[in-house]
């Protein structure tokens, strides 16, 4: 089997190509199954912005496009339709709500900011960086406490803010692997941040914790370009470092 759960459209705003080349390029690349989940729109607070995830005025069409490929395509490759979503206290309830009303397969735990959607916010440049660990770990662990999410993506995203390995960054990262395994949520190692060049994640230092505590984990594309689907090289590089490292990888998982 050869999956990937974390592929974008450009409804995000910030991905490239058509719905079906995303689905074409897991073909040719030998996918199995194929995970469509695109940033999920949010009803807005004042000030916030969806500048980075799809309208909410656009979700209708992302249904009706994925399940028209989903029908197209279903003697070649399995596609899963999900969203990938923050935790945000205030809105939580109307986001199982959401789920339920456009039968989604599933939700990726994307925790990119926190309460609300600013670059203030954003963990990966965090404006309060002596409260990041504090904040990011917290709203981590809660998010997988409620049994929603089926896949914590790029837990190590915290080193783009903090990209320093020391007692506390490694103490968040236990506590985080920690609260997986208590709450059986898989990880993901996301290819997308080596896309980024900074080395900020995935993070080795994290991985290599992950690995200790048997964390079951998956590699997700992250793919904003149909071209990344068929980047084979960045899959197997990240296969035989995570078996090297004895990461608990495997391919398939149950959705919650």
């Known amino acids: ?24 390029a897991a073909i040719k690349a030998g996918y199995d199954e194929l995970g469509m989940s695109e940033h999920s729109p949010w009803v807005l607070h004042p000030g916030e912005t969806a500048a980075y995830r799809m309208e ?4 209708d069409d992302y249904m009706q496009s994925m399940r028209t490929l989903r029908e197209k395509y279903k003697d070649q490759i399995t596609i899963h339709i999900g969203l990938e979503a923050e935790y945000f206290r205030d809105r939580f309830d109307w986001l199982v709500d ?11 735990f994307g925790n990119h900011n926190r309460d609300r959607i600013s670059y203030h916010t954003y963990y990966g440049d965090y404006h309060a960086p002596d409260l990041l660990l504090d904040h ?26 903090l990209n320093v390995v020391n007692q506390d960054t ?5 506590a985080l692997c920690e609260a997986a395994n208590h709450y059986q949520v898989p990880l993901e190692y996301n290819l997308g941040g080596f896309r980024y060049g900074d080395n900020a994640y995935p993070k080795a230092a994290f991985w290599e914790i992950a690995a200790k505590n048997k964390n079951v984990t998956i590699i997700g594309v992250d793919a904003h370009d149909p071209d990344h689907l068929l980047d084979d090289k960045a899959r197997s590089d990240a296969q035989a470092y995570l078996h090297k490292i004895g990461v608990n990888l495997v391919e398939a998982i149950e959705f919650k």
């Open 1 to 24: 089997m050869k999956i990937n759960y974390h592929t974008h459209t450009t409804r995000c705003k910030h991905a490239y190509g058509s719905d079906e080349a995303y689905v074409m």
């Open 56 to 59: 909410l005025e656009d979700m």
């Open 98 to 108: 959401f789920k339920k009303q456009h039968a989604l397969d599933f939700i990726i």
């Open 136 to 161: 990011y770990v917290e709203d981590a662990i809660e998010a997988m406490s409620t049994g929603f999410y089926s896949i914590f993506a790029h837990p190590d995203l915290y080193f783009k803010t």
């Open 170 to 174: 490694l103490a968040a990262a236990q």
